[in-house]
């Protein structure tokens, strides 16, 4: 459905953050994309959502296609009524409006139609939020926040939803919550989704598919499971390493081990 | 007693005016952050594109008065679409500058256009005047100013706050890099905006013309709306309601009691002493927004 084809994207027509990269969201699939920060994995989302303008990035090489058709020239809005809807970093929730105008927000791009059932469902899947309702969004908790951010998007009705961070600053019983949120939206809705996130583990575990970047480029490309047993991913993103043997100090020498893969 | 009521009654049909002029800064700060210098000038251009249109082509004067909300609208789409447009991701204060430029240059072309003679415009309400309980009197044209004002301002709080346009405008207010990811056409609020603001201007230079005439220096009131709209707060919708009236009602009372005193003047130096002392203690106005900032 989502096909990346050799994305470059530079920011003030010099700065090149992403350097070819090709990744593909199927139809009702999850996908995580991993990578350390300054790794390129917001650009790559923002290339997609076309929120790079604001910030004097362009994709510079490469296309960007949803459904065959190359979206990387459009407006945002263009994009979000074409179906894919971006949650920023950093819940960027609409601080001044209500819980409920901010759900509202999301149904604007579509007319008037079943705005009401959609509410409903929203309150569904969050019921927290259905509780503050009609508080001031900058008000609410991390968790809330989150929740109403992926609600609006939600609202829009997208066919893709990607998701920057979801877990950002979060407890880690609240993450859990949202994530099992997420899967199931995606198993009613058959909503597609791509992933962006550091907590490489609760990604993973969601995601049937998973990308790593580095420094602009996709270092590895394969399913979720296999990911999640190779070593390197172990130790550098899952911090796990193989408990109760007994070490020799050259294993600490981290350094002399690869990290890059490219 | 009584000329306390009067001043009161007069100050508050003023003020109306200064709430109306100072809508269009508020809502242009907003969904911008741009402070436009140009409102005084759009005010009083307006007042002479009405005076045009009824004395000097004799258009009946409904008809000019629409024309000339019109033509406010056409001058806000103008700004935004040719100017500001150009200028999107350039340093903020560039624009605010443009916007002050753009106001000298309208100045300019009025004095040219229209020279520098108090004009008289036709009467928009008839003469004459009512009793308050026998406690005062108060003109047509400012008891006019009075429901003319209200129904506009709560015309446009009805919009603002219910309609799916107002709420584009208030989100993109609020955050305009989300606004436009959830789909919102933030080009198009933004043209929205600026028609909105000088319409609701050019009816303030409108009413203005019925009771000080038209004149360029009329387009000082400009900076009496900016500094209601900076002390109420310049992203309060609310605040700039509630002291549009109250500066009015200062500003009368200021002249009437103090003048004496000082020699005169005080009726425009009030507002501004007013808004020394609140931008000292609160810097984001009486009802402005305190960033929420949580821990």
Not at chain 1, 233 to 261: Q, T, V
Not at chain 2, 42 to 57: E, G, K
Request: proline share 3%.
């Amino acid at each position: 459905m989502l096909k990346l084809v050799n994305v470059e994207v530079r920011y003030h027509e010099v700065i090149l953050v992403i350097r070819g990269v090709s990744l593909e969201v199927r139809k009702g699939q999850i996908v995580s994309l991993l990578g350390a920060n300054g790794a390129g994995k917001t650009s790559i989302l923002k290339s997609i959502s076309g929120i790079l303008r604001p910030e004097d990035g362009r994709v510079t090489d490469g296309s960007v296609e949803f459904k065959g058709q190359p979206i990387h020239n459009l407006e945002p809005y263009e994009i979000a009524e074409l179906g894919i809807l971006q949650v920023m970093e950093g819940r960027r929730i609409f601080e001044h409006l209500t819980v409920e105008e901010n759900l509202l927000t999301g149904a604007i791009l579509h007319g008037n139609g079943r705005t009401k059932e959609d509410l409903e469902k929203i309150y569904r899947y969050f019921p927290k939020v259905l509780l503050h309702r009609k508080r001031i969004g900058g008000y609410l908790s991390g968790g809330e926040q989150q929740m109403v951010v992926i609600g609006r998007a939600l609202m829009g009705r997208p066919e893709l939803l990607l998701l920057d961070e979801p877990s950002l600053g979060l407890s880690p019983l609240l993450m859990k919550e949202i994530f099992s949120i997420l899967g199931e939206v995606n198993r009613d809705e058959g909503i597609s989704m791509l992933i962006v996130e550091q907590n490489a583990k609760i990604a993973l575990d969601l995601s049937k598919h998973g990308y790593v970047l580095e420094n602009g480029r996709i270092v590895m490309d394969s399913p979720s499971d296999k990911l999640k047993d190779n070593e390197d991913i172990k130790e550098f993103y899952l911090g796990l390493s193989e408990l109760g043997k007994r070490r020799s100090y050259r294993d600490f020498k981290h350094y002399s081990r690869r990290k890059r893969w490219l | 007693m009584e000329k306390i009521l009067n001043y009161v009654m007069v100050g508050l049909a003023n003020g109306c005016i200064y709430s109306l002029v100072a809508i269009g800064f508020v809502l242009i700060y907003k969904s911008s952050g741009i402070l436009n210098f140009a409102q005084g000038s759009i005010v009083i251009l307006s007042a002479y594109v009405f005076y045009s249109f009824s004395m000097q082509f004799g258009i009946p004067l409904l008809v000019s008065i629409a024309m000339a909300l019109v033509f406010g609208a056409f001058l806000g789409f103008c700004i935004e679409r040719f100017m500001l447009d150009r200028l999107i991701g350039q340093p903020i204060l560039a624009v605010i500058i443009l916007t002050l430029a753009f106001s000298e240059f309208l100045k300019g072309t009025m004095y040219l256009g229209w020279g520098t003679d108090i004009l008289n415009a036709p009467p928009l309400f008839p003469k004459g005047e009512i009793s308050l309980f026998g406690a005062g009197h108060l003109d047509y044209s400012r008891l006019a100013f009075l429901i003319i004002t209200f129904i506009l301002i709560s015309g446009f709080a009805l919009f603002y706050n219910k309609t799916k346009t107002g709420l584009s405008m208030k989100a993109t207010a609020d955050d305009t890099v989300v606004a436009g990811s959830v789909g919102i056409r933030v080009r198009k609020v933004f043209a929205l905006t600026w028609i909105i603001s000088c319409v609701t201007a050019a009816a303030g230079g409108i009413l203005l013309t019925n009771i000080m005439g038209v004149n360029y220096q009329v387009g000082e009131i400009g900076y009496k709306a900016m500094a209601v709209a900076l002390v109420g707060g310049l992203e309060s919708l609310p605040g700039i309601i509630v002291i549009g009236p109250l500066m009015g009602i200062v500003e009368f009372l200021a002249a009437a009691y103090l003048d004496p005193l000082v020699g005169g003047g005080m009726r425009d130096l009030a507002p501004f002493i007013i808004l020394l002392i609140v931008l000292i203690i609160r810097p984001y106005g009486i009802f402005g927004w305190k960033r929420i900032e949580r821990i």
